[in-house]
Each structure stands twice: as structure tokens, then as C-alpha cells.
């Protein structure tokens, strides 16, 4: 069954600092990788996907994430953190056939000055 | 910028009472989804619906839930008769393109309570 692991369920960095926050994910083949931010009272917005080709895939806001097929891995990466960066990230994975998507139960972030 | 929006915020029901969470998707989009969030946990998907039929749902998505969409713009989700267990937050989702793997534009949430 597919499943999304997202072991950090709360992460706390400086203000300027970088980022790592890990995605593993569990499924047959390659599936359709994404990342959302949620802010407070807001929707999920997407900050990247991966479907194929180039493994380092760049997104919105200076984030960036590495799929690693070795790894079952897609992990979110920012090198240096801004006070607006503090929310709810959400790795999500879709299967090849299907529209149905799969979601980890997110990691908190909170930025310190 | 075009959004998806959803009402209520915030909808508090008795158990056993009927409840029906809307959503207005993006006007040009053909996919719409939604997903709930129980407190602490991940977000799962419900239910996919493409050209005024269910295309896929979960098994979580039971002959309680039902989702229509009664005009042009109005996506709703109803619940028939509520359980402690179906307090959760409720995203609406939509899609443009032909593809499930646009980008899915989700609505800011209802948070459902249930007494």
C-alpha cells in the first residue's frame, strides 16, 4: 500500500539557517511527488512536484527538493529560512494511474529569530 | 488571483444531524476533490470528481458522505447523519487540466465539530 512518512513532526530553526525536511514514501514505482505549505487558516499551496527527468526539482519561495530513488526519498530543502517560512509542510505522493493523492502528517516549522 | 473558497469556516452539528460543506472551485477547473484532516493526523483523501460523476474515493468515503455539484459553481460534500468521529477539517481541491497531476488548488478548510 502506498504510504508517506514524514518523521519530523515538529522542526524549530534560526532565522536564516537552512532547512531539511524529510519525505519518504512507500510505493511500487515511482509516483508523482509534491510538496504544500499550509499557513494558518489557509489552504495548501504548492511549493513544488517532481513527475520525472532532472531529480533536483526547484519550486516557489527558494525551496528546492532531491528525489532520490534509492532512498524512496524526496526531501525539502531551503538554504536559508525566513520568518514567513514558519508553517505546516505537507509531503504528498500520487500514483502513476489515478488521481488520488497521498499525504504525510506534516511537519511544523518554527522559525526563531 | 483565482481561489478556491469554502463555507463555512467553522460548522458545529449535533451527532446524527445532517451536515453539507461547500466549496466554490476555480471557475475553468474540471477535477475537484475532497480531503479531510482529523486533528493531528495526515490528510486523506475522500473523493475525486470529474464531468458530474465520482471518479475515484477512498474507503473512508462510505454511503454516509455524498458530493454533488447542484450548478456551475457550487461543489458540496454531505454528510448524512454526523459521528463524534467526522470532527475534522474538510479541504476542497480542484483541478484544471484533463490530467489528475495539475496542480491541485485547495480552499482554506471547514472545520467540522461534532457534539
Known amino acids: 500500500a502506498q504510504s508517506v512518512t514524514q518523521p519530523d513532526i515538529h522542526i524549530t530553526v534560526s532565522e536564516g539557517a537552512s532547512l531539511e525536511l524529510r519525505c519518504n514514501y512507500s510505493?511500487?514505482?515511482?509516483?508523482?511527488l509534491f510538496w504544500y505549505v499550509q499557513s494558518p487558516g489557509q489552504g495548501l499551496q504548492l511549493l513544488l512536484k517532481y513527475f520525472s527527468g532532472d531529480t533536483l526539482v526547484q519550486g516557489i519561495k527558494g525551496f528546492e527538493a532531491e528525489f532520490k530513488r534509492s532512498q524512496s526519498s524526496f526531501n525539502l530543502r531551503k538554504p536559508s529560512v525566513h520568518w514567513s517560512d514558519a508553517a505546516e509542510y505537507f509531503c504528498?505522493?500520487?500514483?502513476?494511474?489515478?488521481?488520488?493523492?497521498?499525504f504525510g502528517t506534516g511537519t511544523s516549522l518554527t522559525v526563531i529569530p | 488571483e483565482p481561489e478556491v473558497t469554502q463555507t463555512p469556516s467553522h460548522q458545529v452539528t449535533q451527532m446524527g444531524q445532517e451536515v453539507i460543506l461547500r466549496c466554490v472551485p476555480i471557475?475553468?477547473?474540471?477535477?475537484f476533490y475532497w480531503y479531510r484532516q482529523i486533528l493531528g493526523q495526515k490528510v486523506e483523501f475522500l473523493v475525486s470528481f470529474y464531468n458530474n460523476e465520482i471518479s475515484e474515493k477512498s474507503e473512508i468515503f462510505d454511503d454516509q458522505f455524498s458530493v454533488e455539484r447542484p450548478d456551475g459553481s457550487n461543489f458540496t460534500l454531505k454528510i448524512r447523519s454526523t459521528k463524534l468521529e467526522d470532527s475534522a477539517m474538510y479541504f476542497c481541491a480542484s483541478v484544471f487540466g484533463t490530467s489528475g497531476y495539475n496542480e491541485q488548488f485547495f480552499g482554506p478548510g471547514t472545520r467540522l465539530t461534532v457534539l
Open positions: 504528498a505522493v500520487a500514483p502513476p494511474r489515478g488521481n488520488q493523492f497521498y
Open positions: 510505493y511500487g514505482a515511482t509516483p508523482y
Open positions: 471557475s475553468n477547473h474540471l477535477y
